[in-house]
């Protein structure tokens, strides 16, 4: 039985909650005063103040207009992607490290952040000569490095800077070795 320890949370979790709580209680209220207003009157082309005071000055706009109803809709919308962000896991950001558990512990489970794979990308590209400046980005599967150089010809340089992240990455024990894409540009010194 092999179960993860870390698993991809969704860090939008909370704010997510949050909106779909408020845009719930707008939901509500409104369908209060919908539902007020067509007891009230028997029919939804009541004015929208009649179910709720403080509707009084949207005027004679009824519950049955269609503004109304695309708000309705677009309110319905909203509270449905904001309940799928809540729910959906997000992005994994960490990436397997092979460890050798000690005897006493049952489960272990090592994991390295994809900013710290960035990070280790991004100082393995730097030590490559003719690289002026780096930025690297990584996922769990992948990790793109993008280098500038005074050079003009970068073919030899992307093919060094490539190796030497690619070797980086082969010296770690991953899980699973992310993909390393490499990427020029051409600065003046």
């Known amino acids: 039985m092999s179960t993860r320890l870390f698993r991809a949370r969704p860090a939008r979790v909370v704010p997510a909650v949050i909106l779909a709580i408020l845009i719930l209680a707008i939901a509500v209220a409104l369908g209060w005063a919908a539902i007020a207003a067509i007891v009230s009157d028997g029919s939804g082309s009541s004015a929208l103040s009649s179910g709720f005071s403080g509707f ?15 708000a309705g809709a677009v309110i319905t919308v909203l509270g449905l992607i904001f309940l799928v962000i809540g729910i959906s896991p997000g992005a994994k950001r960490n ?3 092979r460890a050798q ?3 006493h512990v049952e489960r272990f489970e090592v994991v390295l ?3 710290a794979l960035s990070n280790l990308a991004a100082a ?6 003719g690289v002026s400046s780096v930025r690297a980005a990584s996922n769990a599967s992948s990790t793109n490095v993008t280098f500038s ?5 970068t073919d030899e340089i992307r093919h060094d800077v490539d190796a030497a992240v690619t070797q980086r990455f082969a ?7 992310p993909t390393v894409k490499v990427r020029a540009q051409r600065r003046p010194a």
């Open 56 to 70: 009084a000055t949207l005027g004679s706009m009824t519950w049955a207009a269609a503004a109304i109803v695309t």
């Open 95 to 97: 990436i397997g490290y």
């Open 101 to 103: 558990a000690p005897e």
């Open 113 to 115: 952040p994809t900013s």
């Open 124 to 129: 393995a590209a730097d030590s490559v000569d």
């Open 149 to 153: 150089t005074p050079v003009r010809d």
């Open 171 to 177: 010296s770690i024990a991953f899980d699973r070795t």
